[in-house]
């Protein structure tokens, strides 16, 4: 059922707003259903898809009383975010919002890991299939220590790997164990990876595990890059990696996809009791 909005979009072309509504009218309930009440930080792109992006962070004005809050940090010293629901994130969106991003903290806990994170980035000309064999590569090492991932496709030859965790770790010792899976990985195929700050401009792809930190963000899975394109950070199965491309989902096609169902949500599921303490042992 369509939602109305809450007040007139005014930042894009009617076509980007149609677009980008139509399609988060469809994704809303799969990314709140996942994240329910996660903290959130909406991005506006200026003056357009392709622009320069600008994120909301802590909260320093009023929202209605029907919006969802979370207050982040010890007493006295909180942010207050917006929290993840349907609602909320339309109200974004009718407030120039195109992206969503999160740290993907624990439901329990918003400042204890629910997904771990890799992110993956092709640099100076490598590719798209490049960028497959990069997930391919983490996938192989993450599977050594006994932990599976959902694979996402994002914007611009990107990706990320998800790691559902059933205890509540903490993201000190998340970052630093995934750290050891990216140099693991890195140390594999050098002639593929770089996990360097800065890289070199050479064909290589990036891993960057360093957003597994409160307030560090990353895209969330159904959410729209705000490339030209509008293109969909789009949840695959392992078995579609090579059919499923990147770009091949955006704000303007993406009811078909949509319509498959929550594919990240059902491999959530299926991976719900995977414990990050097991990786330590």
């Not at 400042?111 to 100076?124: D, H, L, N, T």
């Not at 989902?249 to 491999?267: C, E, H, K, Q």
Request: glycine share 8%; hydrophobic share 40%; net charge negative.
């Amino acid at each position: 059922m369509k939602r109305k909005p809450s007040q007139p979009h005014t930042l894009y072309t009617p076509e980007v707003r149609a677009a980008v509504l139509a399609h988060y009218e469809r994704a809303v309930d799969f990314i709140a259903a996942n994240f329910a009440l996660a903290p959130v930080e909406a991005i506006e792109y200026y003056p357009g898809p392709g622009g320069r992006p600008e994120f909301t962070a802590s909260l320093h004005h009023p929202v209605p009383d029907t919006i969802p809050t979370v207050e982040i940090g010890e007493f006295g010293h909180t942010k207050r975010y917006i929290a993840i629901a349907p609602n909320s994130l339309l109200w974004l969106v009718h407030r120039n919002a195109i992206g969503f991003a999160s740290w993907t903290p624990s439901p329990r806990d918003p400042e204890s890991v629910g997904f771990g994170r890799v992110i993956i980035s092709a640099k100076y000309g490598a590719t798209t299939d490049d960028l497959e064999s990069a997930m391919l590569g983490v996938q192989s090492v993450l599977r050594e220590r006994h932990v599976e991932c959902i694979p996402v496709l994002g914007g611009d030859i990107t990706a990320a790997l998800f790691i559902p965790f059933g205890d509540t770790p903490t993201y000190e010792a998340v970052r630093t164990w995934l750290h050891e899976v990216a140099d693991a990985a890195a140390a594999r195929r050098p002639d593929l990876f770089t996990t360097e700050m800065d890289p070199p401009e050479r064909r290589l792809v990036h891993i960057c595990v360093a957003t597994n930190a409160v307030g560090r963000i990353s895209a969330l899975p159904y959410t729209l890059a705000g490339n030209t394109a509008l293109e969909m950070v789009t949840p695959i199965e392992w078995a579609e990696l090579g059919k499923v491309r990147n770009g091949a989902v955006t704000a303007r096609n993406s009811a078909d996809r949509l319509a498959m169902g929550d594919i990240f949500g059902r491999l959530a599921n299926e991976l719900a009791g995977q414990p990050f303490a097991e990786t330590r042992r």
